[in-house]
């Protein structure tokens, strides 16, 4: 499995975001750093999530990404588009109910040019914590099988503040 990298391009108000290889939680203060700037660019349009090269997502990451499509269309009335053309993570985003908040297409971005990996970002080990909790309470509000698949883990990571 490859290491994770995120690649992001904007032109206007579209932005896109490259997940690939092996995601994990510890790009959760890169990921939340830029949907914060990303939802206050004044121009903001659309988002296309591009995780045709995506090997894994975990969940904090998965949880991330559904508070992305559920912050668009609370502040910006739209959907966002996720590509995926492998059929596993594809499979994990609909047995997580990502079709009802994103527009999921299976094929390829037309153009990756001008894509650029994000820097990363350092937190402590509280702040991430805080992230991994807020990005799984966002699946366990998705469905009730979300809900029970993350009782346990929300629990726990409560449990330690």
Known sequence: MHTGKILVA????????????????????TLDEFFDRMFAAP?????????????NIDSTTLGQL??????AKRTHQLIPV????NPNITRILTSMG??????????RPQTEEQLRELPAVADSENVVRDKVLDAHRVL???NEQNHAQFRELVCALEGTR
């Open 98 to 107: 990502f079709e009802r908040v994103f527009d999921i297409r299976e094929q």
């Open 140 to 142: 366990m509000g998705m």
């Open 10 to 29: 904007q032109q206007g108000g579209a932005f896109v975001i490259k997940l690939s290889g092996d995601v994990r939680l510890t790009f959760c203060s």
């Open 82 to 85: 996720v590509l995926s053309t």
């Open 43 to 55: 121009n903001f349009a659309s988002v296309i999530i591009d995780l045709c090269e995506a090997e």
């Open 66 to 71: 559904a508070k992305v499509a559920i912050t």
